[in-house]
């Protein structure tokens, strides 16, 4: 049984700092990648970051330099540091990845940023 469950949404000001977490079971973790989408309402899911079993990194363009994905391989879960916050990055944030030929979601934590 796959699971994946985000935590660390909330609302903060703009210029903020939240720490999304996705907590993995039911997988082998350490040989997962995990990505983190978001989604807006009224707009299309986008990517927002990824992170290899290697721990190779990637981000969309508008989130370069303000938010890092990071694992800890040993507490089964991925971190989605999010500085500098803009009331564009409001969305409900969720983590995925890909296991036995399938992808998995979590429900998502609601990210609101405040002008």
């Known amino acids: 049984q796959v699971q994946l469950v985000e935590s660390g949404g909330g609302l903060v000001q703009a210029g903020g700092s939240l720490r999304l977490s996705c907590a993995a079971s039911?997988?082998?973790?350490?040989?997962?990648?995990i990505t983190w989408y978001r989604q807006a309402p009224g707009k299309q899911r986008e990517l927002v970051a990824d992170?290899?079993?290697?721990?190779?990194?990637n981000y969309v363009y508008s989130v370069k330099g303000r938010f890092t994905i990071s694992r800890d391989n040993a507490k089964n879960t991925v971190y989605l540091q999010m500085n500098s916050l803009k009331p564009e990055d409001t969305a409900v944030y969720y983590c995925?990845?890909?296991?036995?030929?399938?992808?998995?979601w979590g429900q998502g934590t609601q990210v609101t940023v405040s002008s």
């Open positions: 992170i290899t079993s290697g721990g190779i990194t």
């Open positions: 995925s990845t890909r296991a036995l030929g399938y992808n998995y």
């Open positions: 039911g997988i082998i973790f350490s040989i997962n990648a």
